[in-house]
């Protein structure tokens, strides 16, 4: 099809030719009776082959020179369509004259200049009607190439005008040639990229030879546009360096699309925006966003540190206080072993409940990983219900309700506490006036058909958390914002806007999900599912403390550790326990046991974190010399997890701060116990 519109006229003359054929074959199936008119058509006689085959070449030869003026990409002039008449009416003239000729040659009968000037009726009209056909040849390309005139002009005239419309605009334009070759560039286009603009002045310049083209896909991006594609490139930096300037690094973004005339692409256009002030913009509304998002954390880690002290303080004063009355009782030798223990058994307690705390700490700062375990809500729910109570005013009741077949998951208690906490607080302030909270729980079982009617909801066995309250309601405006970091609605001195977006995190994290049902002024409900989990919870009874799973050998031991009151207890542990045992206050100390000394231990106990030299640097050295070694490295810094993983990786054990005196000498135990196994094997 591309190759009959490019030559045309061509086509068209032979189209013609072949009309003129199969009319001249007639005339002489009919004038001169040679036969028949497919013998006449395939093969004439020898006259009029020659005749018709030379006015044939001269209609082709019309039709491509024709072509030619039709083909030329410039306007053509007048004498060029006025000289397309004059070839039609000489060739017209050819014509007559090569047809009288021929019908002197077959017809003896008339004179060269009767058939010339008087030709018989019939020769008469079959000439007209040939010239007619030569002369429709000429006058139709003669209309053709006025129209194609006036198309050009136009088109020219468009180009004109629209790039003097691109010439005015602000932004960055420039005309690029389906091949590649930047043909015009508008006035903003040379103010901001005047270093190309500047080669592109007085020389054609591909874009292939501009290595900013080359650097920023924009080779790549014509290549598609001339396939037709609209090409978008974000974020390209330019940087102006013209002699006598100051360079100048701006940000650009930009779109390269074709525009197509008849299917084909006519020209390719690329503009540019000049982006730097609006990335600037957002970068500074970003830095505003981290101080604000900053200064909400300090608000928030103030508002928790408050309750973490006033906990705190209670479970010292429990500490305290139980361990002053066995001393008492001590002194006043009123204490039997049962009651002895049992104050100290209420010591260890509050210390594991300080220990809870402080994990719960970590994991607000997003400083622990959560340690999952086989549990019962229906149990943390109850424990917490007296905190709960306490929590509220006078006019707020609250109640639970919990299915007593509820199923188990695998969860952290620390961070289901949290959730539920949470969500509690957040009814509370919902009721300025009162009102009732209910905390309930029950086992859901969902199918593939039930999965679609709850939002985020999918197959499978979950435990249901529902609490609700009967307090103000959330606006349906604000609805899809509620678990966004710090979004809230109360006043800046009673929120921080953390409560419900740690709970939607800490609920993903046990892959679970949140659904929020609520109507201003008709309260909230919401609704908390969990997978379920097939385990039983093992209750933890009263450890009894075995001795011999504990005693020592009279094996050395080296612990280093910085804190005073943590060394001594654990130097009094061991050495109670049977152990030798040597302490050091940082790494370089204990390295001189070893160098000054030429001491050895059978295992050395070491904080990670010490002056100078870390742990893991101390448990490198020591391996080196001592390969048999064991080394256990411990941690309560809030990097706990993240170091936990660093020790295990690199063969040392680990034990978290605070760790239990029993856990700590059983552990030793232990790992005394397979180095000597490994010994005597």
Same mark, same amino acid.
């Given at each position: 099809?591309?190759?009959?519109?490019?030559?045309?006229?061509?086509?068209?003359?032979?189209?013609?030719?072949?009309?003129?054929?199969?009319?001249?074959?007639?005339?002489?199936?009919?004038?001169?009776?040679?036969?028949?008119?497919?013998?006449?058509?395939?093969?004439?006689?020898?006259?009029?082959?020659?005749?018709?085959?030379? !006015?044939?070449?001269?209609? !082709?030869?019309?039709?491509?020179?024709?072509?030619?003026?039709? &083909?030329?990409?410039?306007?053509?002039?007048?004498?060029?369509?006025?000289?397309?008449?004059? *070839?039609?009416?000489?060739?017209?003239?050819?014509?007559?004259?090569?047809?009288?000729?021929?019908? %002197?040659?077959?017809?003896?009968?008339?004179?060269?200049?009767?058939?010339?000037?008087?030709?018989?009726?019939?020769?008469?009209?079959?000439?007209?009607?040939?010239?007619? +056909?030569?002369?429709?040849?000429?006058?139709?390309?003669?209309?053709?190439?006025?129209?194609?005139?006036?198309?050009?002009?136009?088109?020219?005239?468009?180009?004109?005008?629209?790039?003097?419309?691109?010439?005015?605009?602000?932004?960055?334009?420039?005309?690029?040639?389906?091949?590649?070759?930047?043909?015009?560039?508008?006035?903003?286009?040379?103010?901001?990229?005047?270093?190309?603009?500047?080669?592109?002045?007085?020389?054609? %310049?591909?874009?292939?030879?501009?290595?900013?083209?080359?650097?920023?896909?924009?080779?790549?991006?014509?290549?598609?546009?001339? /396939?037709?594609?609209?090409?978008?490139?974000?974020?390209?930096?330019?940087?102006? =360096?013209?002699?006598?300037? @100051?360079?100048?690094?701006?940000?650009?973004?930009?779109?390269?699309?074709?525009?197509?005339?008849?299917?084909?692409?006519? %020209?390719?256009?690329?503009?540019?925006?000049?982006?730097?002030?609006?990335?600037?913009?957002?970068?500074?509304?970003?830095?505003?966003?981290?101080?604000?998002?900053?200064?909400?954390? +300090?608000?928030? $880690?103030?508002?928790?540190?408050?309750?973490?002290?006033?906990?705190?303080?209670?479970?010292?004063?429990?500490?305290?206080?139980?361990?002053?009355? @066995?001393?008492?009782?001590?002194?006043?030798?009123?204490?039997?072993?049962?009651?002895?223990?049992?104050?100290?058994?209420?010591?260890?307690?509050?210390?594991?409940?300080?220990?809870?705390?402080?994990?719960?700490?970590?994991?607000?700062?997003?400083?622990?990983?959560?340690?999952?375990?086989?549990?019962?809500?229906?149990?943390?729910?109850?424990?917490?219900?007296?905190?709960?109570?306490?929590?509220?005013?006078?006019?707020?009741?609250?109640?639970?309700?919990?299915?007593?077949?509820?199923?188990?998951?695998? &969860?952290?208690?620390?961070?289901?506490?949290?959730? $539920?906490?949470?969500?509690?607080?957040?009814? #509370?302030? @919902?009721?300025?006036?009162?009102?009732?909270?209910?905390?309930?729980?029950?086992?859901?079982?969902?199918?593939?058909?039930?999965?679609?009617?709850?939002?985020?909801?999918?197959?499978?066995?979950?435990?249901?958390?529902?609490?609700?309250?009967?307090?103000?309601?959330?606006?349906?405006?604000? +609805?899809?914002? $509620?678990?966004?970091?710090?979004?809230?609605?109360?006043?800046?001195?009673?929120?921080?806007?953390?409560?419900?977006?740690?709970?939607?995190?800490? $609920?993903?994290?046990?892959? &679970?999900?949140?659904?929020?049902?609520?109507?201003?002024?008709?309260?909230?409900?919401?609704?908390?599912?969990?997978? *379920?989990?097939? #385990?039983?919870?093992?209750?933890?009874?009263?450890?009894?403390?075995?001795?011999?799973?504990?005693?020592?050998?009279?094996?050395?031991?080296? !612990?280093?550790?910085?804190?005073?009151?943590?060394?001594?207890?654990? %130097?009094?542990?061991?050495? /109670?326990?049977?152990?030798?045992?040597?302490?050091?206050? =940082?790494?370089?100390?204990?390295?001189?046991?070893?160098?000054?000394?030429?001491?050895?231990?059978?295992?050395?106990?070491?904080?990670?974190?010490?002056?100078?030299?870390?742990?893991?640097?101390?448990?490198?050295?020591?391996?080196?010399?001592?390969?048999?070694?064991?080394?256990?490295?411990?941690?309560?810094?809030?990097?706990?997890?993240?170091?936990?993983?660093? !020790?295990?990786?690199?063969?040392?054990?680990?034990?978290?701060?605070?760790?239990?005196?029993?856990?700590?000498?059983?552990?030793?135990?232990?790992?005394?116990?397979?180095?000597?196994?490994?010994?005597?094997?």
């Amino acid at each position: 099809m591309k190759m009959i519109n490019s030559h045309k006229w061509i086509f068209i003359s032979l189209a013609l030719s072949g009309a003129y054929w199969i009319l001249e074959t007639i005339r002489d199936v009919l004038i001169f009776n040679k036969g028949s008119f497919l013998h006449q058509l395939v093969k004439p006689d020898p006259i009029s082959f020659w005749i018709k085959l030379l !006015v044939v070449c001269m209609i !082709v030869l019309s039709g491509a020179f024709i072509d030619q003026f039709y &083909g030329s990409n410039s306007i053509l002039k007048e004498k060029k369509r006025v000289s397309i008449i004059k *070839a039609g009416l000489l060739l017209s003239t050819a014509y007559w004259l090569l047809a009288a000729i021929r019908d %002197v040659l077959l017809n003896s009968d008339i004179s060269l200049a009767e058939s010339v000037i008087f030709p018989p009726a019939i020769y008469f009209w079959m000439r007209i009607l040939g010239i007619f +056909m030569i002369m429709l040849l000429s006058l139709f390309a003669h209309s053709s190439i006025i129209n194609l005139e006036k198309e050009k002009a136009e088109i020219e005239k468009e180009k004109t005008h629209v790039f003097q419309i691109i010439n005015q605009m602000v932004f960055p334009i420039q005309l690029i040639s389906p091949d590649g070759v930047i043909l015009q560039v508008n006035n903003s286009f040379k103010k901001n990229f005047p270093t190309i603009a500047e080669m592109c002045k007085d020389s054609i %310049v591909h874009i292939s030879e501009i290595q900013f083209y080359k650097d920023n896909n924009i080779v790549d991006a014509v290549i598609k546009a001339k /396939r037709n594609r609209t090409v978008f490139i974000p974020q390209i930096v330019f940087e102006n =360096s013209l002699p006598g300037t @100051a360079p100048e690094r701006r940000i650009y973004e930009t779109t390269v699309f074709p525009i197509i005339n008849n299917q084909k692409c006519w %020209v390719i256009i690329a503009i540019w925006t000049d982006i730097t002030d609006k990335i600037d913009t957002e970068n500074q509304k970003e830095e505003m966003r981290s101080q604000l998002l900053k200064a909400q954390k +300090m608000e928030a $880690i103030g508002n928790l540190a408050g309750g973490i002290a006033h906990d705190f303080n209670n479970l010292i004063t429990a500490i305290q206080g139980t361990a002053e009355l @066995a001393i008492m009782d001590i002194n006043e030798k009123k204490s039997d072993l049962v009651s002895l223990k049992s104050d100290l058994r209420d010591v260890i307690n509050a210390s594991r409940r300080a220990a809870d705390l402080t994990n719960q700490l970590l994991l607000f700062s997003r400083r622990r990983i959560m340690g999952f375990n086989t549990i019962q809500i229906n149990d943390t729910i109850t424990n917490l219900m007296k905190i709960i109570k306490r929590l509220l005013a006078e006019n707020i009741s609250v109640k639970s309700k919990l299915d007593p077949s509820l199923w188990t998951i695998t &969860g952290d208690e620390g961070t289901i506490e949290q959730v $539920i906490m949470n969500l509690v607080v957040n009814a #509370k302030d @919902a009721m300025p006036e009162g009102g009732e909270i209910v905390i309930s729980t029950e086992n859901i079982a969902l199918t593939q058909e039930t999965a679609v009617l709850i939002p985020e909801a999918r197959p499978g066995k979950f435990i249901c958390l529902t609490v609700s309250d009967t307090g103000t309601g959330i606006p349906e405006n604000i +609805m899809e914002n $509620i678990f966004e970091p710090f979004f809230t609605t109360k006043e800046a001195k009673n929120g921080t806007g953390l409560g419900l977006s740690v709970a939607y995190g800490i $609920i993903q994290q046990h892959k &679970g999900w949140i659904n929020v049902y609520s109507e201003k002024g008709s309260g909230t409900i919401f609704k908390i599912y969990i997978p *379920a989990s097939d #385990k039983e919870v093992s209750y933890k009874k009263d450890e009894k403390i075995d001795l011999i799973e504990t005693k020592g050998y009279g094996e050395k031991i080296l !612990v280093v550790e910085d804190d005073e009151s943590v060394r001594l207890t654990a %130097v009094r542990a061991l050495r /109670r326990s049977g152990y030798i045992v040597t302490s050091a206050m =940082s790494a370089e100390d204990a390295l001189n046991f070893f160098i000054n000394n030429k001491s050895n231990f059978d295992l050395v106990l070491s904080d990670v974190v010490l002056p100078g030299k870390s742990g893991i640097e101390l448990a490198h050295n020591l391996k080196k010399r001592f390969p048999e070694m064991e080394i256990i490295l411990g941690s309560g810094y809030t990097d706990a997890e993240k170091i936990r993983t660093e !020790v295990t990786n690199k063969g040392f054990a680990f034990i978290q701060k605070p760790y239990e005196i029993f856990s700590l000498l059983k552990t030793i135990r232990q790992m005394l116990k397979e180095k000597q196994e490994k010994t005597t094997v």
